[in-house]
């Protein structure tokens, strides 16, 4: 069981987002179930481990943009 598995550290749930392109700085938050981290990076993907973060059933993101620049054109959330 997935749950069962994160919980015992077996498993790791990764949230990646690949931006649109690399250069400019894009700054801002992911926050998942009301857990907020943040990401400032001039890459063209970041990478986040959210194991700790996900309960049983449903979950929710939410990307908040700190930067004008921020265009997503991948959002992944995969499990390890």
């Known amino acids: 069981r997935l749950a069962e598995a994160l919980a015992a550290r077996?498993?790791?749930a990764?949230?990646?987002l690949r931006f649109a392109d690399r250069g400019p700085i894009k700054r801002g938050t992911v926050t998942v179930n009301g857990n907020t981290v943040?990401?400032?990076t001039a890459e063209l993907y970041w990478v986040a481990d959210?194991?700790?973060f996900l309960v049983p059933g449903?979950?929710?993101?939410k990307i908040s943009p700190l930067s004008s620049n921020?265009?997503?054109a991948e959002l992944r959330l995969e499990l390890r």
């Open 10 to 12: 077996q498993a790791h």
């Open 14 to 16: 990764v949230l990646s």
């Open 38 to 40: 943040s990401f400032n």
């Open 50 to 52: 959210v194991s700790g």
């Open 58 to 61: 449903s979950n929710a993101i």
């Open 70 to 72: 921020l265009e997503i």
